[in-house]
């Protein structure tokens, strides 16, 4: 272990058995293992923030939209969109949580119809 030392000491005939632990962990091992922490979070982070970009700018984004993609109907997705979404978030899921706090049968299939 990096912060401190395990000692084991069998005492008597085998039957019982002592163990100490001693940590001697001085404030600036802390220091740095916080610092080297905090370092690699924030190398992950940025690593993590150019890997988001190099995705987003590497698939085509269509500039000119064509007459018939400009004119299409959205209205009628989105109310499609809509009522699924209440129905599975509003009816189902709580129905779903109902079921399974009651142990009924019921729960696993109607959770899973609704993903």
């Not at 499609?80 to 142990?103: D, E, K, S, Y």
Request: charged content about 15%.
């Amino acid at each position: 272990m990096t912060l401190g030392r395990v000692i084991a000491n069998a005492v008597g005939n085998g039957k019982s058995v002592s163990l100490s632990v001693s940590f001697s962990t001085t404030a600036s091992e802390v220091v740095r293992t916080t610092r080297i922490y905090t370092m690699h979070r924030r190398l992950l982070r940025v690593a993590f923030g150019f890997y988001l970009i190099t995705h987003v700018l590497s698939h085509p984004h269509p500039d000119d939209l064509t007459e018939e993609d400009a004119n299409k109907p959205v209205d009628t997705i989105l109310w499609i969109h809509i009522f699924l979404q209440a129905m599975v978030w509003g009816v189902m899921f709580p129905l779903g949580m109902v079921l399974g706090i009651t142990r009924s049968r019921f729960h696993v299939p109607l959770q899973v119809s609704s993903c």
